[in-house]
T-cell receptor, first 111, second 113 residues
Framework: TQLLEQSPQFLSIQEGENLTVYCNSS?????LQWYRQEPGEGPVLLVT?????EVKKLKRLTFQFGDARKDSSLHITAAQPGDTGLYLC???????????FGSGTQLTVLP | NAGVTQTPKFQVLKTGQSMTLQCAQD?????MYWYRQDPGMGLRLIYY???????DKGEVPNGYNVSRLNKREFSLRLESAAPSQTSVYFC????????????FGPGTRLTVT
């Protein structure tokens, strides 16, 4: 069974601060996705990273895939209350026919 | 386009009762999934269907059955509900299996007393 561990589990910060969320595994993934989920809704895809060492930017969000494709990070610059939500990473491997989801990071950005 | 729809949005069952959660998609996707989400445990896959006519077990299939009725619809049935099945259930779809973006429905919040 492939496991994805996310840290921290909870994060509460003030508007304007920077933060980083981590997603780690002992398994190698062919690609890794990040989703954001708002209360009462299903997760929505933010980004997919495929290549080891890859960095993708989405406005104030920066996503990195580790060189060995076992870990990933999400960095948010100058967080805003609209960034509040549950952030989930999900890994895909060539042998598995489905995604493995991490346990999530609940982010709260206070105005 | 509605995307992925789920019914009902909320349900309360007594232990031992049965029910079916419905999921429909208008995205013409081949693959469909049922997940449950519990606090601190992320999303756990119950069953999935790679394409019309096929279904496979996921990580936590015990106590559930599924039917891929056609390309659009994928239902999840609880034959004899237990309190341990209290959870939020999400249906999702994707063009193909692992690696493709998954599109989620709004979820069904189920409480079993």
């Amino acid at each position: 069974t492939q496991l994805l561990e996310q840290s921290p589990q909870f994060l509460s910060i003030q508007e304007g601060e920077n933060l980083t969320v981590y997603c780690n595994s002992s398994s190698v993934f062919s690609s890794l996705q990040w989703y954001r989920q708002e209360p009462g809704e299903g997760p929505v895809l933010l980004v997919t990273v495929v290549t080891g060492g890859e960095v993708k930017k989405l406005k104030r969000l920066t996503f990195q895939f580790g060189d060995a494709r076992k870990d990933s990070s999400l960095h948010i610059t100058a967080a805003q209350p609209g960034d509040t939500g549950l952030y989930l990473c999900a890994g895909a491997s060539g042998s598995a026919r489905q995604l493995t989801f991490g346990s999530g990071t609940q982010l709260t950005v206070l105005p | 386009n509605a995307g992925v729809t789920q019914t009902p949005k909320f349900q309360v069952l007594k232990t031992g009762q049965s029910m079916t959660l419905q999921c429909a998609q208008d995205m013409n996707h081949n693959s469909m999934y049922w997940y449950r989400q519990d606090p601190g445990m992320g999303l756990r896959l119950i069953y999935y269907s790679a394409s019309e006519g096929t279904t496979d077990k996921g990580e936590v299939p015990n106590g559930y059955n599924v039917s891929r009725l056609n390309k659009r619809e994928f239902s999840l049935r609880l034959e004899s509900a237990a309190p341990s099945q209290t959870s939020v259930y999400f249906c999702a779809t994707s063009i193909g299996l692992a690696g493709f973006e998954q599109y989620f429905g709004p979820g069904t919040r189920l409480t079993v007393t």
